[in-house]
C-alpha cells in the first residue's frame, strides 16, 4: 500500500497513543522440583519415582482450582567419587521437574507450604500471570487509541481546524514508513521467590503481585485545511 502524502489541500497530523493500565493476576505459576539421591541406581528410580507420585497427589487434590499440571525435565546420572582413578560411582542422583499453574491463591499459599515441606522437594515462584486473551490486553489498547484520538483533535484545534479522517492505525512496534520505532506493545513484569523445606510451616500469605499492561499504538488523520 503506498504512504499518502500531506498536500495544503489535506494536511495530517501523526500522533502516538498509549494506554496503561495495573490488573490483579489471573493465574499463578510455579516450579517444583524432586530429587532423590542414592549408592544403588535402582533404589534411587523407585525412591524418585514415589516422591514424584507424592507430589503429584497433592497439587491434583486441589481440585479445579489446578488449571495445568505438566511434568517437564527428568534427569537420573551418576556422581563420580571426587578421590580415585577410573569410574568409580560415588551415588546417583534422580530429579524430576514439574509446572503446576494455579487460579486460587489462597490455596496457592497452602500448597506451597505443603510441597516445601515433602522431603527432597524444592518449590520455584509464584510467578503471576495473564492470561494471552486477558481482557485486560483489549481494554489497554482501546485506552490508546482513545489517547491517540484526543490528541490528534487537540493538535488540530489549536490549528483552529478539526480531524476529517483516519488514514493508518498500527501497533507501535509496527509502525510503516516514515514512523518511528516505539517499544513492544505490551509489557508485564513477574515475580518470583524460592521456598526450601519448611518443617511445620503455617500456610504462606502471598500478596498477588499486580500486573502492568500497556499498549502502543500510532494513528495518522487528515485536517480539514486550517486557516492560517
Same mark, same amino acid.
Given at each position: ?128 500471570? =495473564?492470561?494471552?486473551?486477558? !481482557?485486560?490486553? #483489549?481494554? *489497554?489498547?482501546?485506552?490508546?487509541? %482513545? /489517547?491517540?484520538?484526543?490528541? &490528534? ?25 516514515? =514512523?518511528?520505532?516505539?517499544? !513492544?506493545?505490551? #509489557?508485564? *513484569?513477574?515475580?518470583?521467590?524460592? %521456598? /526450601?523445606?519448611?518443617?511445620? &510451616? ?25 486557516? =492560517?
Amino acid at each position: 500500500m503506498t504512504q499518502e502524502h500531506a498536500t495544503p489541500g489535506a494536511p495530517q497530523v501523526t500522533v502516538r497513543g498509549e494506554g496503561r493500565l495495573e490488573v490483579d493476576p489471573e493465574f499463578a505459576r510455579i516450579w517444583v522440583t524432586v530429587s532423590a539421591r542414592g549408592t544403588d541406581r535402582s533404589a534411587t528410580l523407585a525412591e524418585l519415582t514415589r516422591r514424584n507420585a507424592q507430589v503429584l497427589d497433592l497439587v491434583k487434590a486441589q481440585g479445579e482450582t489446578v488449571e495445568k499440571l505438566e511434568t517437564g525435565r527428568f534427569s537420573i546420572s551418576p556422581e563420580l567419587g571426587r578421590r580415585g582413578r577410573g569410574e568409580r560411582v560415588h551415588a546417583f542422583v534422580g530429579r524430576v521437574r514439574m509446572t503446576a499453574e494455579l487460579t486460587d491463591f489462597t490455596v496457592l499459599g497452602e500448597l506451597v507450604t505443603r510441597l516445601a515441606d515433602l522431603e527432597m522437594t524444592g518449590v520455584d515462584g509464584p510467578w503471576w500471570e =495473564l492470561r494471552p486473551d486477558s !481482557p485486560a490486553y #483489549a481494554e *489497554a489498547r482501546r485506552l490508546a487509541v %482513545t /489517547e491517540a484520538v484526543q490528541r &490528534a483533535r487537540a493538535y488540530a484545534e489549536a490549528l483552529g481546524t478539526s480531524l476529517a479522517s483516519l488514514l493508518e492505525l498500527s501497533d507501535a512496534g509496527l509502525a510503516g514508513p516514515g =514512523l518511528s520505532q516505539l517499544p !513492544p506493545v505490551f #509489557a508485564a *513484569a513477574p515475580v518470583g521467590f524460592a %521456598t /526450601e523445606r519448611a518443617g511445620e &510451616a503455617p500456610p504462606l500469605d502471598l500478596e498477588p503481585q499486580r500486573q502492568t499492561v500497556t499498549a502502543e499504538v500510532v494513528a495518522r488523520f487528515t485536517m480539514v485545511p486550517p486557516a =492560517l
